[in-house]
């Protein structure tokens, strides 16, 4: 059977099916006749992948709503009861439309099942979902968010016990344990008011909230100078782009010491739309364009934003003419590691067992920075949940103190309070950082430039490209198939040394496919497809002897690789 065909028959079961609500129904109706959209809609079912669901919302097999919520949540309650006799779970979720809606009909599929869950009054950022579930006891966590995605976007992440994502071998089960689910009448639901009544709904109240905030302000490595007034000289702009970070990161700020921070009105209050922004990604400079205006007015030493689940953290800093520059995750990664291991070992805090981890993608400069203090430096696959995994290795076995870890997309986390990545955190850190070099006479940018002299001038570059749909998915296995099997002997007229091929297995990392290519000049690009979105992701980094050279070798790679990708795409 064709997938067209396959599409059409799941698009008349739903029609059919009496457990589907007539507003859905109606939405389906209206479609009678797309036959692309409808293939799209239901060629198959929203994969419940190692981060969980995450999709473009409506009605269909293929999209996020309440019921491939409430299926995922029903096969979900079956592992959890498989785990334990009386699971509980905590779920947050932020800004985007219908967040609230599939948060509460995650509760109460748990309460059908009876299994305790505690939800927030409101938006929470996602480490303050990991941070809760530790600091509960509960057996897991749901995060209702799909981070930086465009507005039509949601998304549903699954935790366990030690507040970290679920890795592949406890996914796989949960994903058993859903595709075991025989369809939406075998899902169970209790009434908010009776799981209320019964104690199987709990709301959490400021107490959590003031745990949180106490708990990241005391990673601060210089309160007492910016509490002796290094924080009333610093100036801060800030943007929530909408999302979950406006009150826990201006907590976190004032507790530390900053009384300069200043809010872009237009982005503070939640926007499922996002309105103000093309996507709420701190990645991307158009994201922070009223956040430099404001900066401009307030003459601003440094700016930060946070997407909507407030996981990943942007910051802007002006260069030596005086310019706003966004930092790339990589710089900001760089500068911190530099700024919390510098400062650990100038008060003798720094101990002999001290790690970084980082992923597979990250530039090798936070590395290098790490190495030059005596600090390990681990290496994980894409995705915080694996920094995570290692985190507690470290933990159980008191092999290794972690410092920081971090990832090129902007998420970073210092401390052992969560086991995801934290932006309230990355906010504090790199204000304080550059607070510090501030009372030193230095920007961070004239920090950044001293570290690229001493450590040489690391620069990475990230190109994807969307490819929709059943089509699309086809696209990116064979362009993963093609490098695999026909790898290059030489791109850009530099020889390719080796390719690693992490589809089997690499260096202890559980298989993933991922190509990673390492060339004689010390370059590297990598092919991989998105867990999240219809992409295919392809990075690059080099290490040159200044920025000129760097930037034209890092552009020759680029254009050399990505002409042979989009030949393909």
């Not at 344990?177 to 209790?190: E, L, N, Q, T």
């Not at 076995?397 to 990545?421: H, I, M, P, Q, V």
């Not at 010390?522 to 998105?530: I, V």
Request: aromatic share 8%; proline share 4%; glycine share 10%.
């Amino acid at each position: 059977m064709t997938q067209t065909n396959q599409a059409a028959e799941r698009y008349q079961a739903w029609l059919n099916d009496p457990t589907i609500d007539n507003v859905t129904k109606e939405e389906l109706q209206a479609l009678a006749g797309q036959d692309k959209e409808i293939e799209d809609r239901f060629y198959r079912e929203l994969e419940f992948g190692t981060g969980g669901l995450r999709g473009v919302m409506g009605a269909g097999t293929n999209r996020m709503n309440a019921y491939t919520v409430g299926k995922a949540t029903q096969g979900l309650a079956e592992w959890l009861l498989g785990q334990t006799d009386k699971p509980s779970v905590v779920i947050a979720h932020d800004s985007r439309n219908n967040s609230p809606e599939f948060t509460l009909e995650a509760a109460q599929v748990l309460a059908g099942n009876g299994i305790v869950t505690y939800l927030f009054r409101s938006l929470r950022p996602t480490p303050q979902l990991s941070y809760a579930v530790r600091a509960l006891g509960a057996t897991g966590g749901i995060v209702v968010t799909a981070s930086h995605n465009p507005p039509e976007y949601n998304g549903y992440k699954v935790y366990g016990s030690d507040g970290c994502q679920l890795v592949p071998a406890d996914a796989e089960q949960v994903i058993a344990s859903i595709k075991a689910v025989p369809g939406f009448d075998a899902v169970k639901r209790m009434d908010r008011a009776k799981a209320e009544a019964e104690g199987l709904i709990k709301w959490l109240d400021e107490e959590a909230d003031r745990a949180y905030v106490e708990t990241v302000a005391s990673h601060s490595l210089n309160t007492e100078l910016l509490k002796g007034g290094l924080g009333d000289q610093v100036s801060v702009v800030f943007t929530p782009l909408h999302g979950a970070g406006n009150m826990p990161v201006r907590e976190v700020l004032k507790a530390a010491g900053f009384s300069q921070v200043h809010i872009v009105d237009e982005q503070e209050q939640p926007d499922g739309y996002f309105s103000t922004v093309k996507s709420p990604n701190p990645e991307e400079r158009e994201a922070f364009t009223l956040a430099m205006k404001l900066a401009g007015e307030k003459d601003a030493d440094i700016i930060i934003g946070t997407d909507p689940d407030c996981d990943r953290m942007g910051a802007v800093v002006k260069n030596n003419q005086g310019e706003y520059v966004v930092l790339s995750g990589n710089q900001s990664g760089a500068l911190m590691v530099y700024y919390v291991l510098s400062q650990l070992q100038e008060r003798g805090q720094l101990p002999d067992n001290g790690v970084v981890v980082k992923t597979i993608v990250t530039s090798e400069m936070g590395a290098d920075i790490a190495k030059s203090f005596g600090a390990d430096v681990v290496n994980t696959l894409t995705g915080f949940k694996y920094i995570g995994e290692k985190m507690n290795e470290f933990e159980r076995t008191g092999s290794k103190s972690f410092l920081f870890g971090y990832e090129e997309s902007y998420g970073y986390l210092t401390g052992n309070y969560a086991r995801d990545k934290d932006a309230v955190i990355a906010s504090l850190l790199i204000c304080e950082a550059a607070a510090y070099y501030k009372s030193k006479g230095k920007t961070l940018y004239d920090v950044l430039m001293e570290l690229y002299s001493r450590y040489g001038t690391y620069l990475e570059q990230l190109e994807s490209r969307t490819l929709k749909g059943f089509d699309g998915v086809q696209k990116i296995a064979a362009i993963m198939d093609d490098w695999r099997n026909n790898p290059p002997a030489e791109v850009a007229g530099v020889e390719v040394k080796q390719m690693l091929d992490y589809l089997p297995g690499l260096d202890g990392l559980v298989p993933e496919n991922v190509l990673k290519f390492l060339l004689a000049d010390g370059s590297w690009f990598c092919l991989r497809p998105s867990g999240t979105e219809p992409k295919i992701k392809v990075y690059f980094a080099v290490c040159g002897t200044s920025q000129a050279d760097a930037s034209a070798v890092l552009n020759k790679l680029t254009q050399s690789v990505m002409a042979r990708v989009d030949n393909q795409a």
